[in-house]
Each structure stands twice: as C-alpha cells, then as structure tokens.
T-cell receptor, first 117, second 113 residues
Framework: GAVVSQHPSRVICKSGTSVKIECRSL??????MFWYRQFPKKSLMLMAT?????????EQGVEKDKFLINHASLTLSTLTVTSAHPEDSSFYIC?????????????FGQGTRLTVV | AQSVTQLGSHVSVSEGALVLLRCNYS??????LFWYVQYPNQGLQLLLK??????LVKGINGFEAEFKKSETSFHLTKPSAHMSDAAEYFC???????????FGTGTSLTVIP
C-alpha cells in the first residue's frame, strides 16, 4: 500500500515557541491531506483539510492562526503549531486519501506526539 | 451526510474468545467502509475495507467484517482473540471521491489472558 511519512514522531517544545510537523506521501501524489488531533483515549478530531495549491479548510472551532497549514506540493503538507501552549499538547496525525489504486483509502502517518512544557 | 457509530467504547474479551466490535453507519449513498487499528502512539493501520464487492470482507490478522445493508452495519469480528489484538479500533466511512472520511469514536479492545 501507499506510504505516508510524518515527522517528527515526538517533539517537546517550550511554551511560546512554534513547532512544524511534516506529512509526506512517499509513493503517490496527494492533492488532499487531512490533519487530525487525538486526545488521550479519544477518537480522531479532524482539524483541517489541506489542499495543494490553495488554502486549507478548517473545521469549526479550530484556530487558523494557531494551526497554520501549508500544502505547497503534491507530496508535502505541513502543520505549524504557533506560539504553542501546554493545552496544545496532543497527538497529531496526518492522513492522505487516494483513489489511484481503486476505491478510496486513507493512509496515515505515524503520528506526532507534541508536548509543550 | 455520513456518520459512523461504534457501540461500546471499551470491549474486553478473554484470549481465544470471539471478538465482536460493532459499527453502524448512516449514508445517503452506497458507502465505502473501513476498519482501522491503532496501537499506542502510532498512526492508523488499515485492517480491511468494503468497496461494494463481496459483503464479507477478510482483512489482516484474521479479522473480517460483514456489510449488511439492511442493518446499516459493518461489524468487525475475529474468531479467536490474541493478546496482540489489544488496541484501539476505528470504523470509518467514505464516499467515492475519498475527499472525506468520517470516523467513529473508536473501541478500545482489551484481551484478558
């Protein structure tokens, strides 16, 4: 199957700093990527849909200025958590859907554990 | 609009016992249905998917799921639980474009030795 690589897998940052998370589709082009946030023992919460070459679509309640998304190429989307605070600590997961190999399927990155101290 | 409901946020089974994780969907059009598994601190891995071919779908690690249109269900089963099956399981639905996936709230499976 297709591979989505997410980096870093774990990051610890100081409060007030910014953190960038990268999501790459390694063997297919992804015009769309999804960014999720997952709280402990909870399901995936869709934060935004990243669209190559255009602005991301944010879900209601997600701060656009806090979570900056850039989808500059067909294989790379980035999520930048700006001015991070402890409440931003969470597990962030990216996903890229593809229908290139038949019916749609979502491929997930390994996730990024963000801890803001 | 599409949505997925997973009944039971926590399921415990004994090792060797049947695993049954429930998923019901609502969709205005024939959907694609998926089951994903998530191990701690990892992303989601596809277990199996229904794409309007056979209604009984076999996946990895001995799991299978049956699409029942009349019941709008896509329950996940495994005849004999293994300790390594302990994980979080998510049911998801997508329409044909794949531009949106809707996930259930997840079911945490515990396997008791």
């Amino acid at each position: 199957g297709a591979v989505v690589s997410q980096h870093p897998s774990r990051v610890i940052c100081k409060s007030g700093t910014s953190v960038k998370i990268e999501c790459r589709s390694l063997d297919f082009q992804a015009t769309t990527m999804f960014w999720y946030r997952q709280f402990p023992k909870k399901s995936l919460m869709l934060m935004a849909t990243s669209n190559e070459g255009s602005k991301a679509t944010y879900e209601q309640g997600v701060e656009k200025d806090k979570f900056l998304i850039n989808h500059a190429s067909l294989t790379l989307s980035t999520l930048t958590v700006t001015s991070a605070h402890p409440e931003d600590s969470s597990f962030y997961i990216c996903s890229a859907p593809t229908i290139l190999m038949g019916p749609p399927e979502a491929f997930f990155g390994q996730g990024t554990r963000l801890t803001v101290v | 609009a599409q949505s997925v409901t997973q009944l039971g946020s926590h399921v415990s089974v004994s090792e060797g016992a049947l695993v049954l994780l429930r998923c019901n969907y609502s969709s205005s059009v024939p959907p694609y249905l998926f089951w994903y598994v998530q191990y701690p601190n990892q992303g989601l891995q596809l277990l199996l998917k229904y794409t309007s071919a056979a209604t009984l779908v076999k996946g990895i690690n001995g799991f299978e799921a049956e699409f029942k249109k009349s019941e709008t269900s896509f329950h996940l089963t495994k005849p004999s639980a293994h300790m390594s099956d302990a994980a979080e399981y998510f049911c998801a639905v997508s329409e044909w474009t794949g531009n949106q996936f809707y996930f259930g709230t997840g079911t945490s499976l515990t396997v008791i030795p």
